[in-house]
C-alpha cells in the first residue's frame, strides 16, 4: 500500500512545518487529493492514524478534500 508513504512523506513536511512555526503539536491535516493522483483516499485514511502514531501529529484529524486533476496537496493544518 503506497498510501502509507504517501502519509509519512506528509507527515515529515507538516513536521517540518511546525517546527518552522514553532508548534507544539499537529492536531489537523487538510490535504488535496486529486483524482487522477492515483492515490485512494480510504486508504489514507486507513494508514494515517497508524503513520502518525509515533509523531507530533499522533490523534491528528486528516481532512481529505477531492479535486480534479492529478496533485496531491498539503493544504494547511492545525497546530498547538
Do not use: N, Q, W, Y
Not at 502519509?7 to 486529486?34: D, P, Y
Not at 492514524?49 to 477531492?66: K, Q
Amino acid at each position: 500500500m503506497h498510501e502509507a508513504r504517501i502519509c509519512l512523506s506528509l507527515l515529515k513536511l507538516a513536521e517540518t512545518h511546525l517546527a518552522r512555526a514553532g508548534g507544539e503539536r499537529i492536531l489537523a491535516l487538510r490535504i488535496e487529493v486529486g483524482e487522477l493522483c492515483g492515490v485512494v483516499p480510504a486508504a489514507l485514511r486507513s494508514a494515517f492514524p497508524i503513520c502518525a502514531a509515533a509523531t507530533r501529529a499522533a490523534g491528528a484529524e486528516l481532512r481529505i478534500e477531492r479535486s480534479p486533476g492529478r496533485e496531491l496537496l498539503l493544504r494547511d493544518m492545525e497546530i498547538t
